[in-house]
């Protein structure tokens, strides 16, 4: 239990070694999209990842070559995705959400909290982290793709041309601006 001895060791510190520089060329070849978790596929892409290395480490049912194969299926799975996702944009939706409006011109958007299931408290501690204390002053709040929020004070709105692919921006009016279509 506490030691099973040297040659499992020995693996684990040699079979491990490689099988993190095989996933760091993985990681080279893809590109940084892979680690930068752009959106809910990318996130699982690299947990996926994460748990493929940790099982060739301590796993001595797995031998390297299979563990150099998963890391290959998932960076080329996440590659083919990339690929479809910037190409073809109605199947986009199938592996990404679209950013969200929660709040407008200084106005909670209720429905918009209901379907991302959110609560006010959250958005506002959002607003606040921003350095945000009046929501007046904010013009919008968006819930992005990877779960960020996105505050944009009423100073910094400008044309609003950022929020135009943002569901439910098109109702947005700030100080007489709306976001391009």
């Not at 590659?79 to 073809?88: T, Y």
């Not at 959400?97 to 506002?124: M, V």
């Not at 009046?134 to 041309?161: C, H, M, P, R, W």
């Amino acid at each position: 239990m506490w030691f099973d001895g040297w040659p499992q060791i020995l693996r684990i510190v040699l079979v491990g070694a490689a099988a993190y520089a095989a996933l760091i060329v993985c990681l080279r070849a893809t590109g940084k999209r892979t680690l930068a978790q752009l959106n809910v596929f990318d996130f699982v892409v690299t947990v996926a990842l994460g748990s493929t290395l940790a099982t060739i480490f301590l796993s001595s049912d797995v031998s390297w070559a299979e563990g150099v194969t998963a890391f290959a299926v998932l960076t080329g799975l996440q590659l083919c995705v990339a690929w479809i996702s910037s190409r073809r944009p109605r199947v986009r939706g199938v592996f990404t959400a679209e950013p969200a409006l929660l709040l407008a011109g200084g106005e909670i958007r209720q429905d918009a909290l209901r379907r991302n299931r959110l609560t006010e408290s959250e958005l506002r501690q959002a607003v606040r982290m921003q350095g945000t204390g009046d929501l007046s002053q904010v013009a919008a709040v968006v819930l992005e793709t990877n779960g960020k929020f996105s505050v944009i004070t009423s100073g910094s709105y400008g044309d609003g041309s950022a929020l135009r692919d943002v569901r439910g921006a098109e109702d947005l009016d700030t100080g007489g601006h709306r976001p391009p279509r």
